[in-house]
């Protein structure tokens, strides 16, 4: 039997794809479309599938109407809140991959969700779960490391936090980090920018250019490269569909892929 899903922010640039994944998995069916800018109008034409026989709802009503049983969000933080709230309440699982929550929020997100579970993955690539695990994994082996990401040159901030989550995890497995030998910077900001544990993180943007990272790791006569490219949207949807099918099996609220790809 399939699960029945609906999206919040269907209309928007990820929800648009995430929409025609869950519509295109024979495990999955696309029950509901919720986004306000998008009320009234056929589903078909704001998110490109065919088959989708109801309208975009500006309202979370149309999840309980339509049977939602997991409801995937890609919108603001404001309105995921609201979204996880209404989930929780209506005992719909939710998979989240809005970006902008903090640390401080997740105990009351977890205590919300008592009858229905709550995924929050700030991201749904697996390639980059797995490049960060086997950074984590890497860095007691290793005496110096560095962390090269490029992205797209409309990027406002830097650096991506996925870099510096990266760095937060390499540098939680491992203290012993060689001393940085540099005396001089010809220009400031050479070396990059001192992340956490002291890990160097140099950040590109660049036309023409997606999401990419390469985690560089040394130690006597040999390196190693760990590298993920992202190069569309497309990327993140094996994660999305796979959370949606396994969200069920979790309890409260669990956040990242780790736990449902066994890493
Ligand atoms: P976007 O194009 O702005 O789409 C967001 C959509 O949500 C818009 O259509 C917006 O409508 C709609 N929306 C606003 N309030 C809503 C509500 N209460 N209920 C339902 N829909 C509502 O943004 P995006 O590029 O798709 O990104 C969405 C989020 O996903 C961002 O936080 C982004 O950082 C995150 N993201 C996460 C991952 C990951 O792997 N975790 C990957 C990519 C992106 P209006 O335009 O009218 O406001």
């Known amino acids: 039997m399939s699960i029945r899903v609906g999206v919040f922010g269907a209309g928007g640039r990820m929800g648009v794809t995430v929409c025609q994944a869950v519509a295109a998995d024979p495990n999955l069916e696309l029950v509901a479309a919720v986004d306000p800018s998008h009320d009234g109008i056929a589903a078909r034409t704001v998110i490109g599938v065919p088959e989708a026989s109801f309208d975009v709802s500006g309202s979370p009503d149309a999840m309980t109407q339509a049977g939602v049983e997991v409801a995937i969000d890609f919108t603001a933080p404001s309105a995921a809140r609201n979204n996880m709230r209404f989930c929780a309440e209506n005992g719909i699982h939710a998979v989240v991959g809005t970006s902008g929550f903090t640390e401080a929020e997740f105990d009351s997100i977890d205590a919300q969700f008592v009858s229905s579970n709550c995924l929050i993955a700030p991201n749904f690539a697996i390639g980059a779960v797995l490049m960060m695990r086997f950074a984590e994994m890497s860095a007691p082996f290793f005496e110096t490391a560095e962390i090269i990401e490029f992205h797209h040159n409309n990027k406002l901030d830097a650096p991506s936090g996925t870099a510096v989550n990266t760095a937060e995890r390499m540098a939680a497995a491992s203290v012993e980090w060689a001393a940085d030998p540099t005396e001089t910077e010809t220009y400031p900001g050479g070396r990059g920018a001192s992340g956490p544990g002291g890990i160097p993180i140099h950040s590109v943007r660049m036309v023409g250019m997606v999401a990419h990272q390469e985690v560089v790791l040394g130690t006597t006569g040999q390196s190693l490269v760990i590298r993920h490219d992202t190069t569309d949207r497309s990327s993140f949807m094996?994660?999305?569909?796979?959370?949606?099918?396994?969200?069920g099996d979790l309890r409260g609220l669990t956040i990242g892929l780790?736990?449902?790809?066994?890493?």
């Not at 094996?238 to 969200?247: F, I, S």
């Not at 780790?258 to 890493?263: N, P, Q, S, W």
């Open 258 to 263: 780790e736990t449902i790809l066994g890493i």
């Open 238 to 247: 094996p994660g999305v569909v796979l959370a949606a099918k396994r969200v």
